[in-house]
């Protein structure tokens, strides 16, 4: 069973418009949470990360939103640019009766379209 | 620094050969973990190390595959034998300290295709 859920495998955005990636997480032991950006034949690079105490964490276009009780995080992209086109995976972290626990949704394919 | 550097960057095997996939993380970096990424499971963590020593690798999908970290600089990779479902694309990745919190630096992954 996956803990960390990407359920839109690909999403096509309008340059200049807002990207809204989701990502949900079964358990509730995790307490950090990062997306990463994936281009093609390149490896992942870190993008933006929030701590389980906060609900947003902002980084010029990027903001992520956690919603603790919802087990809920997204990512917005403002404005869409076509370079933002890539694979972003969300990732979950925390430790839990058996100790630290990573794990990598399995991404969703943006396009931003000129 | 040069960043995560693996090698090869691509692979084509036959089926039951023997494939290692090689990695030098970032200077300095005491944890190097090993990923695979396939469409239908995307990015998975098989066995990360810390200051060399396998700290979880749980993740490793059979006995088929082992990892090494001889030395703060080096870990190989090793599927012996191969099979054509072990085709996907191989991340090593390097962190200055700490699991998931800390950022991780990753390589540009190895192409493996066995036949």
């Known amino acids: 069973d996956q803990q960390v859920k990407q359920n839109s495998p690909s999403l096509s955005v309008q340059e200049g418009r807002i990207s809204i990636l989701n990502c949900d997480y079964t358990?509730?032991?995790?307490?950090?949470f990062l997306w990463y950006k994936k281009y093609p034949a390149e490896g992942p690079t870190f993008l933006i990360s929030i701590s389980s105490i906060k609900d947003k964490n902002e980084d010029g276009r990027f903001t992520v939103f956690l919603n603790k009780s919802a087990k809920h995080l997204s990512l917005h992209i403002v404005p869409s640019q076509p370079g933002d086109s890539a694979v972003y995976f969300c990732a979950a972290s925390g430790v839990d009766n058996y100790g630290q626990n990573f794990v990598f949704g399995p991404g969703t394919r943006l396009s931003v379209l000129p | 620094d040069a960043g995560v550097i693996q090698s090869p960057r691509h692979e084509v095997t036959e089926m039951g050969q023997e494939v290692t996939l090689r990695c030098k993380p970032i200077?300095?970096?005491?944890?190097l973990f090993w990923y695979r990424q396939t469409m239908m499971r995307g990015l998975e963590l098989l066995i990360y190390?810390?200051?060399?020593?396998?700290?979880?690798d749980s993740g490793m999908p059979e006995d088929r595959f082992s990892a090494k970290m001889p030395n703060a600089s080096f870990s190989t990779l090793k599927i012996q034998p191969s099979e054509p479902r072990d085709s996907a694309v191989y991340f090593c990745a390097s962190s200055l300290s700490g699991v998931g919190q800390e950022t991780q630096y990753f390589g540009p992954g190895t192409r493996l295709l066995v036949l």
């Open positions: 358990n509730s032991m995790f307490d950090y």
């Open positions: 200077s300095g970096h005491d944890y």
């Open positions: 190390f810390n200051n060399n020593v396998p700290i979880d």
